[in-house]
């Protein structure tokens, strides 16, 4: 009994450190890599961004600011009183864009923890028990994969109303079909080793073997889809709120660049589409150089190139 239990403890050698320990791991190995070193940087920017937004930020959102002559500060170029210019309703571009990116973070990160959550539970369940409980779960996700993005955006929106609420929903609902499958795929394998016989032969129960044993044994894959998550979320979010179906009380960079449109603002006031335009891309950039160097948690042969 002894030598099943040592088998079983270095079976799960993950499942022995402290989860604590287990992320000050992960968090070395991305920043081990100079291009991980700046996805970080650029990611904890735009969440102290978020932060401190409603404290930095010169004017009110929405305000109509009018000039000392009183006419509307109506799509003026950037100057030292606008950084960022002004829209065709007087607001400050700055403004928005800094409040725009505590939508991005919240969606992102919302979307993404509940992607986590049912992709890896539906993945580990489906893979550990097989037979009619995989089949039932893999034809659910193949339903998901069916299902267009958009057109069961706008139904959700048309029961929940239009907000971030229901964006928030709708991606979680639908993207957490890919990480389920993968994760599946590695459980179909692990449920096999040596370890999981070790803690069955010790008396452990299923799903202690699922959650105790094979589940933090798939966590790098859970991380890798959550940094890929982030970037899928705020990409729909703006998409979505870039086709009107985001919450018009509060700034998103996909409503801002739905109102430059709208407005007719695409060419001849650039100053109010370039900067929502750099910051999704630099922050889906930002997830992009995390996942990458996350690889090596997947893969730890790219350590030796």
Not at 265 to 271: N, T
Request: hydrophobic letters at 50%; aromatic letters at 12%; a positive charge.
């Amino acid at each position: 009994m002894n030598e099943v239990r040592r088998a079983e403890k270095l079976g799960s050698r993950v499942a022995k450190h402290p989860h604590w320990s287990f992320f000050l791991q992960q968090l070395r190995t991305i920043t081990s890599d100079s291009l991980g070193k700046v996805g970080v940087f650029l990611l904890l920017a735009f969440i102290l961004t978020a932060l401190i937004a409603p404290y930095v930020i010169p004017y009110s959102p929405f305000e109509h600011i009018s000039l000392s002559d009183g006419k509307l500060a109506r799509l003026l170029p950037p100057s030292r009183q606008f950084l960022f210019g002004t829209t065709s309703h007087g607001s400050d571009v700055f403004s928005q864009t800094l409040m725009g990116t505590r939508i991005a973070v919240l969606v992102g990160l919302l979307s993404t923890l509940f992607i986590a959550l049912i992709g890896t539970n539906i993945g580990l369940i489906a893979g550990y028990f097989g037979g009619k409980i995989d089949n039932f779960l893999m034809r659910i996700t193949d339903v998901a994969y069916g299902i267009p993005f958009l057109p069961f955006a706008m139904i959700l929106v048309s029961f929940m109303g239009v907000g971030t609420k229901s964006v928030i929903v709708a991606i979680s609902l639908l993207l957490w079909r890919t990480s389920a499958r993968v994760i599946r795929s590695q459980v179909l394998s692990l449920k096999e080793r040596p370890f999981v016989w070790a803690a069955r032969a010790a008396g452990a129960g299923h799903w202690r073997i699922l959650y105790y044993h094979i589940a933090p044994n798939v966590l790098p894959l859970t991380f890798l889809y959550l940094a890929l998550g982030v970037g899928w979320a705020i990409v729909t979010e703006a998409s979505v709120s870039f086709l009107g179906l985001g919450d018009p009380e509060v700034v998103s960079w996909g409503q801002m660049l739905y109102y430059a449109f709208t407005m007719g603002a695409m060419r001849r006031a650039w100053w109010w589409v370039l900067p929502p335009g750099i910051c999704i891309a630099l922050i889906v950039l930002a997830c992009f150089l995390v996942t990458r160097a996350y690889e090596e948690v997947i893969n730890p042969r790219l350590r030796q190139r």
